[in-house]
């Protein structure tokens, strides 16, 4: 039994160095997506529930690494947050949306709002709306276009600071989404403390909707009360016809999901919009 302990302890110990390995050179390939143009930007439609009419999109960050193929967001951005690339990725995006947005404008095409999903860790350090408004003004864009989606997340412990930026960003003309709503420990707290535009309602609670009571319930009472606080509700995650006609029935009228559209690369999202 001894020796199994140590045999045990060994194997483990070299699993948790190659986990360590992955995970550096990961990092490193990340680092040189970042500086390389290695990422791409997909954007997946915002639309009226009852209609489908598309009237703004949600950006979403893609890699493809070189030799591994897509790796998901939900692997690199925690990543990015713990290795400090978290900073630069969201100048990229920033940047990147940017640019895009105003060669749509420059060709005098439609130019819909966005929405760009930002990690509490950026909100951290001070300043960080003047930044974001130098990309705004260089590009020649309103800062009226841009929401920033942001989680409960990881917020708990540096909420002065990041309730501070998001004040900041308001200000500017920014709007602010709290996203994921419903799925963390405080979200009706943050009602309160956070100065938001927008309210998305979670995956989860849509997907339970159609033979779950308490589910709809839910749904129900956050449209009313996000309605009385004068907040945007936007269903997030509709997959089905019957998702779509419940949603409806509970008041809700704006959603994002594959029902509607998959997340498009950034020429099929301009021909859907510019038919
Ligand atoms: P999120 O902000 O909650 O984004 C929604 C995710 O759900 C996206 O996954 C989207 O592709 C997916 N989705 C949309 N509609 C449906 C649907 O009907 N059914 C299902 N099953 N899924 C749907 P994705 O693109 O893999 O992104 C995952 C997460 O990564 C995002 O969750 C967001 O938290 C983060 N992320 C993505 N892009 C960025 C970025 O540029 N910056 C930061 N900081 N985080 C990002
Ligand atoms: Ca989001
Ligand atoms: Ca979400
Ligand atoms: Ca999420």
Redesign the pocket.
């Known amino acids: 039994a001894k020796s199994d302990g140590r045999n045990t302890f060994c194997f483990y110990n070299s699993d948790m160095s190659h986990q360590a390995r992955d995970r550096l050179l990961l990092e490193q390939a990340l680092r040189e997506a970042i500086a390389s143009n290695g990422l791409s ?2 954007f ?1 439609p915002k639309v009226q529930l009852e209609t489908g009419e598309v009237f703004a999109s ?5 890699w493809n690494h070189l030799t591994q193929g897509f790796i ?3 692997v690199f ?1 925690p990543i ?1 947050e713990r290795s400090g690339l ?1 900073a630069d ?2 100048r990229w ?1 920033m940047e990147e949306t940017c640019r895009y947005l105003a060669e749509i404008k420059q060709s005098g095409l439609t130019i819909l709002p966005v929405a ?4 509490v860790h ?1 909100l951290e350090g001070s300043g960080f709306a003047k930044h974001l408004m130098k990309y705004v003004n260089d590009y020649d864009l309103e800062p009226s276009l841009f929401e920033f ?1 942001v ?1 409960e997340t990881g917020l708990i412990s540096r909420e002065e600071m990041v309730i501070e930026s998001l004040k900041q960003l308001r200000e500017a003309g920014f709007r602010v989404a709290l ?2 709503f419903g799925t963390g420990y405080s979200s009706l707290s943050y009602l309160r403390k956070l100065p938001l535009t927008t309210l ?1 309602i ?2 989860a609670f849509v997907s339970d909707i159609t033979d779950d009571k308490v589910a709809a319930s839910i749904v129900r009472t956050v449209i009313t009360l996000a309605e009385s606080l004068g907040l945007e509700v936007i269903a ?4 089905t016809k019957e998702q779509q006609s419940i949603l409806l029935k509970l008041g809700c009228t704006k959603a ?4 509607f559209y ?2 498009l690369d950034s020429l099929e999202f301009r021909k859907l919009i510019n038919h």
């Open positions: 930007l997909n997946q949600e950006v979403l960050v893609r998901s967001p939900s951005i990015a978290i990725l969201g995006v760009i999903n930002l990690s950026e989606e989680t996203d994921d998305k979670d995956r997030e995650g509709v997959e994002q999901g594959y029902f998959k997340p």
